[in-house]
């Protein structure tokens, strides 16, 4: 189980937190199948597999266990028509029905002001409205008030990558990472203000975003001796030389967890957080410590 600090704790409770989830905590979901979200590669492989010529899927191939996803993710674009890349994407992160798992209850009932995702699904966002009684204002990358809601009162999930809703406008290639920096900037300024005044725990998450990874090397050089973020991360992904450079250029602390029977003590892990952040919301209304 992940051991939560103290600090974390108190940041969450006094809302001065962004949880950022990931492709991970989706993964927790099901259709009434038992069928789970794919994983990233396994998603690309079957665009791979819908590539007619041979020498273009195997590059996609290729790309995919070099572990270059951005580029395998771009040429599965090119080779595939529009219309059935779109259909595809729109097949995975909307028509397979999948379900919100328990962890997404407990992320709701944290009640983090701010939630970010990469995740073109709407698992979180529809299940937060419903247990916080449609409260949650969601925002894309390339709404033109996405700040207003900064210095509001309002829940709100920020769709770092764009929704399924509107799939021509979510960022999944190399060359969608390039465009949004170029035409969003603001978007990203924005996220460098959050990064100063917030506590970022990032779950289900595996940085391969570059974007944020700029973001976070930025501010940590730029502002050294800040408090640190932190990452729910795998023991057997969590190499200790991989910690340091983390800790070192992205002021980025690691929680780790046993991934043994899908991840269940990441989702175990987030149960418990849900006391302890109560607890701490409960001593700082009864000392006025907000």
């Known amino acids: 189980m992940i051991d939560w600090p103290v600090d974390l704790i108190e940041d969450i409770a006094a809302r001065r937190s962004v949880l950022f989830l990931g492709a991970g905590v989706s993964r927790n979901a099901k259709n009434a ?24 899927r195997e590059e996609i191939l290729t790309c995919i266990k ?10 599965a ?13 729109v097949q995975e992160y909307a028509g397979n029905r999948y379900l919100p798992a328990q962890i997404h209850d407990d992320l709701s009932q944290i009640d983090s002001r701010i939630v970010m995702t990469t995740n073109f699904d709407k698992l979180y966002e529809v299940r937060a409205n419903v247990l916080q009684n449609h ?3 969601i925002k894309n990358y390339y709404d033109p008030d996405f ?11 920020l769709k770092a990558h764009g929704s399924i809703d509107s799939a021509e406008r979510t960022i999944f290639t190399r ?3 390039a465009e949004a920096r170029r035409d969003h900037a603001h978007f990203y300024q924005a996220l460098r203000g959050l990064f100063l005044t917030h506590t970022f725990l990032f779950l289900g998450a595996s940085l391969r975003d570059p974007d944020i990874q ?17 990452i729910a991360m795998p023991k057997d992904s969590a190499r200790s030389g991989l910690i340091r450079v983390m800790e070192k250029t992205m002021n980025l602390k690691a ?35 907000w």
């Open 33 to 56: 199948s038992g069928v789970h979200p794919r994983e990233w590669g396994d998603y690309l492989t079957h665009l791979a597999s819908l590539v007619g010529d041979a020498a273009q």
């Open 66 to 75: 070099d572990g270059d996803l951005l580029t395998a993710c771009e040429l």
């Open 77 to 89: 674009k090119d080779h595939l028509s529009a219309p059935i890349f779109k259909t595809e994407l």
């Open 135 to 137: 409260t949650v204002l």
């Open 147 to 157: 700040a207003d809601v900064f210095r509001r009162r309002d829940r709100v999930v």
């Open 175 to 177: 060359s969608q990472y």
């Open 214 to 230: 700029l973001l976070l090397e930025d501010n940590a050089y730029r502002f050294e001796g800040n408090r640190p973020h932190y």
């Open 255 to 289: 929680l780790l967890y046993d991934p043994a029977n899908d991840h269940k003590e990441l989702a175990d892990s987030v149960t418990a957080l849900v006391p302890l952040v109560e607890a701490a919301r409960v001593n700082m209304a009864a000392t006025a410590g």
